[in-house]
């Protein structure tokens, strides 16, 4: 289990680390889009905006129906709360220390006066 948590995590952050698919999501936030409609702004092909949706797809982040001809996107955002959960583990972690640094340094600062 803690194999495929930890797979699906990496996945998540390969596909955050570009650009592109961060644009992605963002549209996919504001609603469902078309693969067509996601590689508008960078004027890329179909094929191209697939290969970032795969991506996408691989990281648990989107998901996509085929609706005739239209293969349309959605954000799944559960995928993000796990990354997110991964962070505020750290993010507490540095709070952590550095409010110990700031102690320290205000305790030096209170003996040096």
Known sequence: MVELDDER????FQALADSTRRTMLQLLAQGECSVGELGAPFRMSFAGASKHVKALERAGLVS???QG?????RLEPAALASAN???????GFWNNHLDALEKELRRDASRGK
């Not at 995590?9 to 998540?12: E, G, P, S, T």
């Not at 001809?69 to 996107?73: D, E, I, L, S, Y």
């Open 9 to 12: 995590l990496d996945a998540v």
């Open 64 to 66: 996509r129906t085929v």
């Open 69 to 73: 001809r239209a293969h349309v996107c």
């Open 85 to 91: 959960a991964w962070l505020r583990y750290y993010e």
